[in-house]
């Protein structure tokens, strides 16, 4: 047999025993025929001794055929194709030895009876044995050859016809018992291939199903955590507007107010932040630039940046220290440790938290071990998806936006380090990612720093009137000249008209990513430098976290801020932009 599968041998063999019921029935019936048409002609004990001869290995066959219905399994396929092609050449031998046998020249009818006979069952074994061609070839063989012979030996004219279209009934039954088979092989090919494509599209339907789930339980997380800042920055407003209406503010009720607004702008922020994070790493503008790293410095930068929170619940923050270096994304890989740790601290009410390393062949492992509430083992998986947290049903903002897991994951996997979670109910957990090894690098003399300076022009287009209006009141606070539009051509004649007015220099451009008439920021800049003729610094700030939109507007070669924007971003780039 010329398959390669298994599975594909063994659909051919269960083929070969269910196709050949009706030879193996034509096996218990035509005998009977024969026997009544050759009785008056031939001997009787010859012919009964032939008749009970081909019931026996019917009958052999019918048991190999129940056998086969009970005992089959695919590794046996092969075994069971030879046992059906021994049965199926015994029965068809016994059927030529009566067209050796029982040739009679000098009655030309049961001549022809017998060719009948012979090419009746010959011509049947096609479609019953085409499925394993030993057997198919044997049973031809077998069946049409002694009666050929046999023809061919008595010599007179009208046996040789007989003989010669025996001959060539042999001939086109081996043939299309082969095209025969090559079509039942390819069909069985097709139905496995269309087995398996069906069963990929069930597996492409359910992970479907199953991304469809988690981005609804991803829109509705994020829908409740976006409405709940934004309602209360209503209803602070509100308030705010409701004293102002009654004269002067008190100083105390305005700060209190402020306080509570920075609050909840920090947490709206915090949101929109990690969800851009996760928009960026999905979209694949974010390019890791992985160098060497001193682990000490590492572990020394995280014990100073959580120090307070920690002393803040009275836990006990420690390291192990390390002299080895590694070879990652600093920014990346303390976004992963950053979210490491804020999760310890935040999960764990009292006792401590450890963070050190261990070496696994040519990679470290580092692990941050805390003694909180732990993490069942069906949620290991379930908490490094978006909005997943662990004893916050309420949703309460103060323990977290369920983000930090999820970009982590997403980081890793951009960086290649592995991660993951031990962790028990009430006795802690430990998560850790592993790094690459390396060698300490060669000292290097430090870069020496920029001169300070403020850009003195800056031209602003936003279709937003309010965020134009915010944008340009911050600029100017700073001491900014700014030519503000809603769209490219009223900020060119805004610069114009100063231009009338005496020296009005550009040194930065800041462009919204969506602008009004389907414009694009990067188009409104390049409008923009075309009419100063001389190439000026942009940057393009867009609240979009699609992923395909943050590919195109990083594909501009400007520099992308994502809203919100907070002023110390929007100093850096204005001083960075006097700079250039």
């Not at 016994?94 to 067209?99: A, D, E, H, T, V």
């Not at 307070?308 to 002299?323: C, E, F, G, I, M």
Request: proline share 5%; net charge positive; charged share 20%.
């Amino acid at each position: 047999m010329t398959t390669s599968s298994e599975a594909e041998r063994s659909a051919l063999v269960d083929l070969l025993y269910r196709q050949s019921r009706a030879v193996l029935f034509a096996n218990f019936a035509i005998p009977i025929a024969v026997v009544g048409v050759l009785w008056p002609h031939v001997p009787p004990a010859g012919l009964l001794a032939w008749a009970g001869a081909v019931y026996l290995a019917s009958l052999a066959r019918l048991a190999l055929h129940l056998a086969y219905a009970r005992r089959a399994t695919p590794a046996q396929s092969r075994a069971w194709a030879w046992r059906f092609a021994v049965g199926s050449s015994v029965s068809s031998a016994l059927w030529g030895w009566m067209g050796w046998t029982f040739y009679s020249p000098e009655q030309p009818p049961l001549v022809a009876f017998t060719c009948i006979v012979i090419a009746g069952l010959s011509s049947g074994t096609i479609a019953s044995f085409a499925a394993f061609p030993p057997a198919a070839a044997a049973a031809q063989v077998l069946l049409i050859l002694p009666f050929v012979l046999r023809s061919f030996a008595d010599g007179h004219g009208l046996a040789f016809v007989y003989g010669a279209f025996a001959l060539c009934l042999f001939c086109v039954n081996l043939y299309y018992s082969r095209v025969t088979y090559r079509t039942l092989v390819d069909s069985v090919r097709l139905r496995f291939a269309n087995t398996a494509l069906i069963g990929q599209l069930r597996i492409e339907r359910d992970r479907a199903e199953a991304a469809s789930l988690a981005k609804s339980r991803f829109l509705a997380a994020a829908s409740h955590d976006l409405r709940q800042p934004v309602h209360a920055l209503g209803l602070f407003a509100s308030a705010l507007g409701t004293l102002a209406q009654r004269g002067d503010v008190a100083q105390e009720e305005g700060r209190l107010i402020a306080g509570k607004l920075s609050t909840v702008l920090k947490s709206l922020g915090g949101l929109l932040h990690g969800l851009l994070d996760i928009s960026r790493l999905d979209a694949g503008i974010v390019q890791p630039e992985p160098r060497a790293l001193a682990v000490s410095e590492l572990f020394e930068a995280l014990r100073h940046e959580f120090a307070d929170p920690a002393q803040a619940k009275a836990l006990d923050l420690r390291s192990v220290p390390s002299r080895c270096w590694i070879r990652s994304d600093p920014l990346l890989l303390r976004r992963i440790l950053d979210n490491f740790l804020s999760n310890a601290i935040r999960y764990t009410p009292r006792g401590g938290i450890l963070f050190g390393c261990r070496r696994r062949g040519d990679a470290l492992e580092i692990q941050i071990w805390d003694t909180g509430i732990g993490i069942a083992r069906d949620q290991h998986e379930a908490i490094f998806q978006e909005f997943a947290q662990v004893d916050n049903p309420q949703r309460d903002r103060e323990q977290g936006l369920g983000l930090g897991l999820a970009i982590a994951r997403r980081a890793a996997g951009l960086l290649g380090h592995p991660l993951g979670v031990r962790s028990v109910p009430g006795c802690g957990s430990m998560f850790w990612v592993r790094v690459p090894l390396c060698a300490a690098p060669a000292p290097s003399r430090p870069a020496t720093a920029a001169a300070g300076g403020i850009a003195r022009g800056v031209i602003v287009v936003d279709d937003d009137a309010q965020v134009l209006d915010a944008v340009s009141y911050q600029l100017r606070t700073w001491g900014c000249a700014v030519y503000a539009g809603l769209d490219a051509e009223r900020a060119r004649h805004a610069h114009e008209a100063a231009c009338r007015r005496g020296d009005a220099p550009v040194d930065l451009i800041i462009a919204d990513y969506r602008l009004a008439g389907g414009v694009h920021g990067a188009q409104a800049i390049r409008q923009l430098i075309d009419y100063l003729g001389a190439p000026v610094p942009a940057a393009i700030v867009t609240g979009d976290t699609s992923p395909e939109r943050l590919r195109e507007a990083r594909a501009s070669g400007h520099r992308l801020l994502h809203k919100p924007v907070a002023a110390e971003q929007l100093r850096e780039l204005v001083e960075q932009s006097a700079r250039a």
